[in-house]
């Protein structure tokens, strides 16, 4: 597991298992977020594993599935909310934390998703998706 730090409340990584959620929460994360698809590629932990592991290690879980396809999906809402929630340091993770972070830049607006764009283009990360979302 490696995490990238999108800012002092968000970050991404690839996939993850069960064994690596304690460590998540150890490191102050409230919230953990999978968005990736069940069965996406074999031998992935599934939701309810990763569930499993977060609600007992003290994590807020959600599982809000999104596919290049079918980008930012419809629970882009409720990202941006998580995204938003200073109080709550999420840790949000894909395949390679390149659909977390673009979701996090497609969910600011003015300003700040210019500057989530530049930080995000900044770490190495093709912001492709985010582009076809209209801030």
Request: glycine share 8%; charged share 20%; net charge negative.
């Amino acid at each position: 597991m490696n995490p990238v730090r999108l800012t002092d409340t968000i970050a991404v990584a690839g996939q993850i298992g069960p064994d690596q959620v304690p460590q998540i929460a150890a490191a102050g994360y409230k919230v953990l977020v999978n968005n990736r698809p069940d069965g996406e590629e074999p031998g992935q932990p599934d939701s309810v594993q990763i569930e499993t592991a977060a609600l007992a290690a003290g994590l807020e879980y959600h599982h809000l599935p999104v596919t290049a396809m079918n980008f930012p999906g419809p629970d882009v809402a409720q990202m941006a909310t998580l995204f938003d929630d200073d109080t709550r340091p999420v840790f949000a993770f894909c395949r390679s934390g390149t659909r977390c972070t673009n979701l996090w830049v497609a969910t600011r607006v003015g300003a700040a998703r210019q500057q989530a764009a530049e930080r995000a283009r900044a770490l190495g990360y093709d912001l492709a998706m985010a582009a076809r979302v209209r801030p």
